[in-house]
């Protein structure tokens, strides 16, 4: 298996640079913009309250395939409690499992941390007060369900916002034993949420803290080439490598914000699309980082 997945990955970048055959590696889909949270972070529970049906879904997922990604990420609002008649959650991902060589779900964690995804990253935006503030009161369910979970790849996401970005170090402090790894993104100014942006001054800083602790030893799982890079988004960006599909089946192809929210690649803070970038310009650091993060040795 190993060996087939990077020869797809070379197959890919070779491809892309050759033939300028650009296709996407990378997908999220939001399922759903269904929430069990209001999250003051999160524009998505605000939206139409699609659901993705079932085999509409199956379509999204070949087609995805079919134009070359071969990681996908099932997303929401809140993807667990996505349903459609007798299907559940665990439905679609059983098919996508047959599609793709990675399969991963980002979750608010008010729900048991069961399922067959390869990766749970779980939203931790903070110790309890300020996880609380920006999250709603479920900071102590979240931790409980991730305490009891069997699954074995349990990430926290860290989404970094101006409330909570002076306490990062101790979260990552906290985090350590209880989850798998550590991922972050800063906040993007979503319309009138503004005030959650971190300036640059704090951005730097805090990005500094992350370097320092993965240095001793923390498992911060995104590269110090993403992390340094970040500071003043001088990174280039192949958003190409990325695409996003939505609850009513449509299908953007680069920036995460397409077709989402207005967009401004000065604020950009999503370490996901600079390390997927980083990784095709061939940084080893990078590569490394996709490895531990989607599970390939």
């Given amino acids: 298996m190993f060996g087939h997945q990077y020869l797809y990955f070379l197959k890919h970048n070779l491809e892309a640079r050759l033939l300028k055959r650009r296709r996407p590696l990378l997908a999220g889909f939001k399922i759903t913009n269904r929430c069990n949270l209001r999250c003051r972070v999160c524009p998505f529970w605000k939206m139409a309250d ?21 990681l996908l990420i099932l997303e929401g609002g ?45 939203s931790v935006d ?11 009161n479920s900071f102590d369910r979240v ?19 101006r409330v909570n970005c002076k306490e990062i170090p101790e979260l990552i402090e906290f985090l350590d034993g209880r989850v798998k790894g550590i991922t972050i993104q800063f906040y993007y100014p979503y319309e009138g949420t503004q005030d959650l942006w971190v300036e640059r001054p704090e951005r730097v800083w805090v990005l500094d803290e992350l370097m320092r602790l993965k240095g001793e030893g923390y498992a911060i799982l995104d590269s110090y080439i993403t992390l340094e890079a970040l500071k003043e988004n001088t990174w280039r960006c192949h958003s190409w ?10 299908i953007n192809y680069g920036c995460y914000l397409k077709n ?13 699309h600079t390390e997927i970038s980083k990784a095709y310009d061939w940084n080893l650091q990078a590569i490394r980082a996709g490895s531990k993060i989607f599970g390939f040795r």
């Fill in 50 to 70: 699609d659901n993705v049906p079932y085999t509409l879904a199956l379509g999204v997922m070949d087609k995805l395939y079919a134009g070359g990604v071969r």
């Fill in 241 to 250: 490598l990325i695409a996003n599909a939505e609850p009513d089946g449509s």
């Fill in 143 to 161: 931790m409980a369900n991730i305490e009891s979970s069997s699954h074995p790849k349990i990430l926290a996401n860290i989404t970094i916002n």
């Fill in 78 to 122: 809140e993807p667990l409690i996505w349903k459609d008649e007798d299907k559940v959650f665990e439905d679609l991902v059983r098919e996508a499992k047959t599609r793709f060589f990675c399969t991963g779900v980002t979750t608010n964690g008010l729900l048991p941390l069961e399922t067959s995804a390869d990766t749970v990253w779980v």
């Fill in 260 to 272: 989402r929210a207005d967009i401004s690649c000065a604020k950009c803070g999503f370490a996901a």
């Fill in 126 to 136: 903070g110790l309890r007060d300020t996880h609380n503030y920006n999250r709603g």
